[in-house]
């Protein structure tokens, strides 16, 4: 391989690589002779040497704090045999040996320390066997607050799930509802478009005719003025009108039987004038004042 450090590699990289891979070895050689091992061949590369060296390093630490754990336990150990000895010393020179003790002594003395590594204490005192106790009445009423919290906050979510799954139910039921209107839904929007698209021609014939009559009555010289109100007042007017003036037209026809008489014509002609030009006056005014109050 390319990346492969051979020893003459090793020396031109310089002694700190050389140290790091003779630490690599020899430690590699310690770990398989303590397995009854040899150490497999394999190349060293700069990775691999980074990694094993990383390895070495970690477990030397961790081989180191392990020796000095052990040999605190063993110190520990040789102390409690010592002081093991004395006190059975002690018993046997005052009578109180294990072998001396009745059965249910001993059984019970095997049972208080029992409790004691079970409670953990160091000794068994009973104010030590108190305050365990007190310690264990006080995980315990934690663990009831706790188990309390836990069982309050179950029932919540399972109420927010049962509601939930209600909703849920619901909403599916309303998608069906949905889904059985859409083909309705969708004919009835079709005609809705048909009609839409008749209004749209329909409007816009009826915007060509608005526009015909408009430009119809600007042609004829319709005015605002000139409204349905007007002509309706202007018509009785004329009609009060004829109704005056037929008498008139009455009398200037039963003239035109009469012999000829120029002079009395003449009269009567200038009379029936001035009747009707008063009556075209007052037609006149009648309809100016219609306009001006319109």
Partial sequence: MSDVVSGSDTEAKGGFDAARIQEVKAWLVSQFDAAGKDVPEFDYTPRSIAHLHKLATISQAKTQAAGIVANDFRQKAAEYHSQAARIREILEAVGLAQESLPANVVSSAQVLASMANLLNIRDTELSSFLVAMGDISLRKTGVEEKRAKVEKDSRVLLDYTRKAIQRLTYLKRILAQLEDEVAPCEAQMENWKTNLALMISKEREYNQRYANYKALLNRVGYTPEISHGVLVEMAEHRKDLEKKTK????????????????????????????????????????????????
């Fill in 247 to 294: 008498p008139i037209l009455d009398t200037l026809r039963s003239y035109q039987d009469l012999p000829p008489d120029k002079a009395l014509a003449v009269l009567a002609i200038e009379d029936k004038k001035r009747q009707y030009a008063a009556a075209e006056k007052y037609l006149e005014e009648v309809l100016q004042s219609a306009l001006a109050s319109t």
